[in-house]
């Protein structure tokens, strides 16, 4: 845990609060992203549908690099993961975003503040699934 800093940890997830409640409170939507992303996806979505969705995703990709510009350098990202793992990882996320009904932002940080069952009962299954696979990536596989 060498690169843990609290207080960032802190300010991102009380951006992330704050952001999925200007979302709610301007237009009733729910900022999960998985949604999001598959609305864009989506023909039959109307235009300012798209444009909601088109400046939200935008925001999460102009984000870090606003940070970048104004702290100076974020910490490098590596991974030891070949392009097809991180692929099929990604497939698995998203078709378990479509099973699951959301992802961990629809139900962790918007669903959990509204006390949703539905979410508390999805983010419990995303954390121990989360868990149990770090555990035998680390452990049990070796790595």
Do not use: K
């Amino acid at each position: 845990m060498e690169n843990f800093t609290p207080g960032a940890a802190l300010l991102g997830g009380a951006l992330i609060g704050l952001s999925a409640a200007i979302l709610m409170l301007y237009s009733g939507r729910i900022a999960g992203i998985s949604g999001i992303v598959g609305g864009l996806l989506s023909r039959q979505v109307p235009g300012a549908e798209m444009r909601w969705r088109l400046a939200f995703l935008a925001g999460l990709i102009a984000g870090p690099a606003l940070v970048n510009a104004v702290v100076g350098g974020i910490a490098p990202i590596t991974l030891d993961a070949s392009i097809g793992l991180l692929v099929g990882a990604g497939l698995l996320v998203g078709i378990g975003t479509r099973i699951g009904g959301g992802c961990t932002s629809g139900h962790g940080v918007c669903g959990m503040a509204r006390l949703s069952p539905r979410s508390m009962v999805a983010t419990m299954s995303f954390l121990a699934t989360a868990i149990l696979i770090a555990y035998l990536v680390r452990h049990a596989a070796g790595g």
